[in-house]
Structures are given as structure tokens and as C-alpha cells.
């Protein structure tokens, strides 16, 4: 059972505008929810991150918005830069287990 | 300050072996968690180790094990190698336990292939 999805393998989108990765889940005790970025052959570096008891959070050029009530987040990129071509990963954890569940990856493509 | 390091980076071995794996946090460093990424899946939670003691499990089976050590450094082990163990295993360090509420960093990952 996937308690994290993200439902869109890839991503295309203009250099300068706007991309937005969505993330749905499935656990309603989910209370931290963070968006790593992978280059290929290396590890996932850290984004930004949100706790549960906010709808959005900023850094930079990247906002990450929580809604509890359909139990989805979003990634939104702006503007959208060549270096910003990976594969994203959303991951949620919770009080009970403290174990970090990861989506399985949305690769974005930046295109110029 | 020196990134995480992981060693191998690359190993084949053939069903019914062992392999260990091994991983060198960032200096200061005391929680090392361990992951599995397959092919077009998200990483999967192996355990984490917080001051030389397992915090965390996932749900792996017990072929899986690791260890801390006193320097925070870490082992995986593997035994009786399967087809399906074929993967990208990440170790990520964290100053603090638990790491799933904070901030990880990733090593490169050793890939493992199995004949």
C-alpha cells in the first residue's frame, strides 16, 4: 500500500516559468512532510519542508503548500532554471514510527 | 566538511552470498539511516542507528542487519543474496535522532548487482 504518491513519473517544463510537483498521501497521521531533489549518481539533497500545523512554507524560489483535508502537497519552482532538471521526491513522517516514507519520484525536465 | 561516503560503489555478487556495506557520516554526526531505491520506486527505509543502538526498523526481512559503531560510522549486511536485492542502497547521516523530522544528508549510494 503506497501512503505517498506521487502520480506523475515526469515533467516537462519552460525555462522561466512556473513547475509545480504534487504529492498525495494516504496517512492521516502524517505530520512532517519533506521534498528532496536527485541529480543522477548522487544521493537526494534536502529542499524545504513543512509541518502540519502550517499550509505553506518558503524558501527562495521554491513554496511547498500543504492541504490537510485532501491530503496532498505541492512543489511549486519559480522561475523554473535549467539546474532544476532532477528527479523529485516528497516524504512524510509520522509520531508513530518515525520512519520516513518516500513517493516514488517526479522527474522535471527544464527545458530552455 | 566532508560529505557522506559510502563503500563500495559498485559490487556484483551471486545469489546465496553476503555483502556489507559501509557508510561514513558527516563528522559530528550521530544518526546513519539506510534506504533501498529500486528501479522507479522511492527510497524504502531499511533502519536507523542513533548512538550505536538501532532506533528504527523497516520492514525488511531479517536477512537485513546493520551496526553503528562508536565513531558513528556504519555497516549494512546482507546475507543469502536474492535476485530482488538487486538496488541502490543510500546512507544518510543526520545530527539528530529522529531524522525523519530533520534534515538528512545523503551519501552517493552503493549499487548492488545480483547474478
Known amino acids: 500500500d503506497q501512503q505517498v504518491k506521487q502520480n506523475s513519473p515526469s515533467l516537462s517544463v519552460q525555462e522561466g516559468r512556473i513547475s509545480i510537483l504534487n504529492c498525495d498521501y494516504t496517512?492521516?497521521?502524517?505530520?512532517?512532510f519533506l521534498w528532496y531533489k536527485k541529480y543522477p549518481a548522487e544521493g537526494p539533497t534536502f529542499l524545504i519542508s513543512i509541518s502540519s500545523i502550517k499550509d505553506k512554507n518558503e524558501d527562495g524560489r521554491f513554496t511547498v503548500f500543504l492541504n490537510k483535508s485532501a491530503k496532498h502537497l505541492s512543489l511549486h519552482i519559480v522561475p523554473s532554471q535549467p539546474g532544476d532538471s532532477a528527479v523529485y521526491f516528497c516524504?512524510?513522517?509520522?509520531?508513530?514510527?518515525?520512519?520516513?516514507?518516500w513517493g516514488a519520484g517526479t522527474k522535471l525536465i527544464i527545458k530552455p | 566538511k566532508a560529505g557522506v561516503t559510502q563503500t563500495p560503489r559498485y559490487l556484483i555478487k551471486t545469489r546465496g552470498q553476503q555483502v556489507t556495506l559501509s557508510c561514513s557520516p558527516i563528522?559530528?554526526?550521530?544518526?546513519v539511516s539506510w534506504y533501498q531505491q529500486t528501479p522507479g520506486q522511492g527510497l524504502q527505509f531499511l533502519f536507523e542507528y542513533f548512538s550505536e543502538t538501532q532506533r528504527n526498523k523497516g520492514n525488511f526481512p531479517g536477512r537485513f542487519s546493520g551496526r553503528q559503531f562508536s565513531n558513528s560510522r556504519s555497516e549494512m549486511n546482507v546475507s543469502t543474496l536474492e535476485l530482488g536485492d538487486s538496488a541502490l542502497y543510500l546512507c544518510?547521516?543526520?545530527?539528530?535522532?529522529?531524522?525523519?523530522?530533520?534534515?538528512?544528508?545523503f551519501g552517493p549510494g552503493t549499487r548492488l548487482t545480483v547474478l
Open positions: 496517512n492521516s497521521m502524517f505530520d512532517y
Open positions: 563528522s559530528g554526526h550521530r544518526s
Open positions: 516524504a512524510a513522517s509520522a509520531v508513530s514510527n518515525y520512519q520516513l516514507i
Open positions: 544518510a547521516s543526520s545530527p539528530q535522532w529522529p531524522s525523519s523530522y530533520n534534515e538528512q544528508f
